[in-house]
C-alpha cells in the first residue's frame, strides 16, 4: 500500500518546492515498487502526490528523471547526516565508523528506492545514468577522504583506498540486496558490527 498525499494548494506548490519535490519523489518510489516502472506514468505520479500535473512536469521532464532525484536524495541524506555527525571528529577512525553506519542506515530506511536503482538502472537515459554514477563516485570519496587520513595518520595500513571506498559501498548494499538472507539470523545492528569488525580487520596497521 503507498501513502497518497492530500492534494496541495496551488500556493504550497508554488511555495514549497522542498516539499513538493519530495513528494513527487516518495510518492513515484512507493509506485514504482508497487506497478513496475514501466507500467507507472507521470500522471499517475502527479495525482497521488497531490501535485497538478504541470508543477510535477516543472520538477521532473520524465521518468528516467524522477529515478534520479530518488538517488540524488540518498546521497544528500547521507551527505547531510554524515556532515552532522562528524563535524567535529578528528579521528579517522571514529569518523569511518559513524559514516559506515550512517551509511548503512541509510540504504536500511530507504531500501524500496535502492531496490528500484538496481532493477531499473538499465532503463534510464544516457544523462541520468551519468549523473547516477558520478554520485556513486562522490559517495566513495567522501569513504576515500576518510580512509587516506587514517593511512596518512599510520591508523590504516596502505591499502588501494578507491577500492577499499567501494567495498565499503557494496558490503552496505548486500544489505538490501540480500536482506531476504540475513533478516533470518541478523539485525541491522549486528550486522553493521560485523561488517565495522571486517573493515578495522583489513585495514588494521601493523605499527
Given at each position: 500500500?503507498?501513502?497518497?498525499?492530500?492534494?496541495?494548494?496551488?500556493?504550497?506548490?508554488?511555495?514549497?518546492?522542498?516539499?513538493?519535490?519530495?513528494?513527487?519523489?516518495?510518492?513515484?518510489?512507493?509506485?514504482?515498487?508497487?506497478?513496475?516502472?514501466?507500467?507507472?506514468?507521470?500522471?499517475?505520479?502527479?495525482?497521488?502526490?497531490?501535485?497538478?500535473?504541470?508543477v510535477?512536469?516543472?520538477?521532473?521532464?520524465?521518468?528516467?528523471?524522477?529515478?534520479?532525484?530518488i538517488?540524488?536524495?540518498?546521497?544528500?541524506?547521507?551527505?547531510?547526516?554524515?556532515?552532522?555527525?562528524?563535524?567535529?571528529?578528528?579521528?579517522?577512525?571514529?569518523?569511518?565508523?559513524?559514516?559506515?553506519?550512517?551509511?548503512?542506515r541509510?540504504?536500511?530506511?530507504?531500501?524500496?528506492?535502492?531496490?528500484?536503482?538496481?532493477?531499473?538502472?538499465?532503463?534510464?537515459?544516457?544523462?541520468?545514468?551519468?549523473?547516477?554514477?558520478?554520485?556513486?563516485?562522490?559517495?566513495?570519496?567522501?569513504?576515500?577522504?576518510?580512509?587516506?587520513?587514517?593511512?596518512?595518520?599510520?591508523?590504516?595500513?596502505?591499502?588501494?583506498?578507491?577500492?577499499?571506498?567501494?567495498?565499503?559501498?557494496i558490503?552496505?548494499?548486500?544489505?538490501?540486496?540480500?536482506?531476504?538472507?540475513?533478516?533470518?539470523?541478523?539485525?541491522?545492528?549486528?550486522?553493521?558490527?560485523?561488517?565495522?569488525?571486517?573493515?578495522?580487520?583489513?585495514?588494521?596497521?601493523?605499527?
Amino acid at each position: 500500500m503507498y501513502r497518497t498525499y492530500k492534494k496541495l494548494t496551488v500556493l504550497d506548490q508554488i511555495t514549497s518546492s522542498d516539499k513538493v519535490r519530495r513528494q513527487i519523489v516518495d510518492t513515484a518510489a512507493n509506485l514504482y515498487a508497487r506497478k513496475g516502472f514501466a507500467s507507472t506514468s507521470i500522471q499517475e505520479i502527479s495525482e497521488a502526490a497531490g501535485v497538478s500535473l504541470p508543477v510535477t512536469y516543472h520538477y521532473v521532464k520524465n521518468k528516467s528523471e524522477i529515478m534520479r532525484l530518488i538517488m540524488e536524495d540518498l546521497l544528500e541524506a547521507f551527505r547531510e547526516n554524515l556532515t552532522r555527525e562528524i563535524a567535529d571528529i578528528r579521528d579517522p577512525e571514529e569518523k569511518l565508523a559513524i559514516a559506515l553506519i550512517i551509511y548503512h542506515r541509510i540504504l536500511d530506511r530507504e531500501k524500496e528506492k535502492v531496490l528500484l536503482f538496481y532493477q531499473k538502472s538499465a532503463s534510464l537515459d544516457r544523462t541520468s545514468k551519468t549523473r547516477i554514477m558520478q554520485m556513486e563516485v562522490d559517495i566513495s570519496r567522501i569513504f576515500a577522504a576518510i580512509l587516506e587520513d587514517g593511512i596518512t595518520q599510520g591508523l590504516f595500513r596502505k591499502v588501494d583506498i578507491d577500492l577499499m571506498a567501494y567495498n565499503i559501498i557494496i558490503m552496505a548494499h548486500m544489505w538490501v540486496l540480500k536482506h531476504w538472507h540475513f533478516k533470518n539470523r541478523l539485525t541491522l545492528d549486528q550486522y553493521i558490527d560485523n561488517q565495522l569488525a571486517t573493515v578495522f580487520h583489513a585495514l588494521e596497521s601493523s605499527h
